[in-house]
């Protein structure tokens, strides 16, 4: 659990990717997703990502979690879609095919389509970003973010957020079991009052101790005067190998074939019923 969305240490050809050709790659292929709704290319996206995640040896233990609350957000994110747009697909394709029901809640082919097409989003998008985040050390992140134009003040914050995980992760486990120590039980035997009263009592615990640690570091960046100087340097300086140059052109390559069949597509959707 202390390795949950945290920088996990590995010797895996992912790992030992510049932090900013990292960056690069995972920008361009979120664009590429996002433009293209072509499930021929989607399918090779989501493949694609998950073959980098599994050459990025992240342990299914620390992932598990987040992987489990997507997959409840993606169904719930379906079943509303339906509930709310339920001729959409049907909109978009111009063409109905009833499998089941009828009416405005008829079940079409189409519809289908279209959500398949949405599943596949996440399908791609989390195996991607956790392959990019659990892989990059928040200081090389930061460096990579200002190496492409982003002010170092916005990438040090954004290396402090990724590097403060762990920490309140290990945090809300300590203050756990002090608070079961006490009697505030969160085990599966306590009663739903008892568990709201002590998930109350962790989270005003963790939210005071979080706001202790934020106000201490930032005075610590204060009395070194951070921020004085437009630019600076940085610790973790990575070189440009070939490696890298490959992973960018991979990702160039494959925003290019998104483009490329939105223009042969006539548009972002491919149309497979007409």
Not at 19 to 45: E, H, P, Q, W
Not at 112 to 125: H, R, T, W
Not at 139 to 147: D, K, M, Y
Not at 200 to 219: D, H, N, Q, Y
Request: hydrophobic share 50%; charged share 15%; with cysteine.
């Amino acid at each position: 659990m202390t390795d949950f969305l945290g920088y996990q240490d590995r010797d895996s050809v992912i790992h030992r990717l510049n932090a900013t050709s990292k960056l690069l790659v995972f920008l361009l292929l979120t664009v590429a997703g996002i433009l293209s709704f072509d499930i021929r290319f989607l399918l090779l996206l989501t493949v694609f990502a998950g073959f980098v995640l599994y050459l990025s040896k992240i342990s299914w233990r620390s992932i598990r979690i987040l992987v489990y609350l997507t997959v409840v957000f993606a169904l719930l994110n379906l079943v509303l879609i339906y509930v709310f747009a339920p001729q959409y697909g049907v909109e978009l394709y111009h063409d109905k095919t009833i499998l089941l029901g009828s009416g405005y809640y008829a079940l079409t082919s189409q519809q289908l389509f279209y959500e398949l097409l949405v599943l596949l989003k996440y399908c791609f998008s989390v195996p991607l970003s956790l392959a990019f985040l659990l892989t990059t050390q928040p200081s090389q992140l930061a460096a990579g973010l200002n190496r492409v134009g982003i002010s170092y003040k916005i990438a040090y914050a954004f290396s402090l957020t990724l590097r403060y995980l762990p920490t309140i992760q290990n945090e809300f486990q300590t203050t756990k079991k002090v608070q079961e120590a006490r009697g505030f039980a969160l085990g599966k035997k306590a009663s739903l009052g008892k568990k709201m009263m002590a998930s109350t009592r962790l989270l005003l615990s963790l939210a005071f101790s979080t706001l202790e640690k934020v106000e201490t570091i930032s005075e610590a960046m204060v009395l070194r005067r951070f921020g004085k100087k437009r630019k600076r340097t940085w610790y973790y300086s990575q070189k440009w190998r070939l490696p890298d140059w490959l992973a960018l052109t991979m990702g160039i390559l494959l925003l290019l074939l998104a483009v490329w069949l939105v223009s042969i597509d006539g548009g972002r959707f491919w149309n497979p019923f007409r």
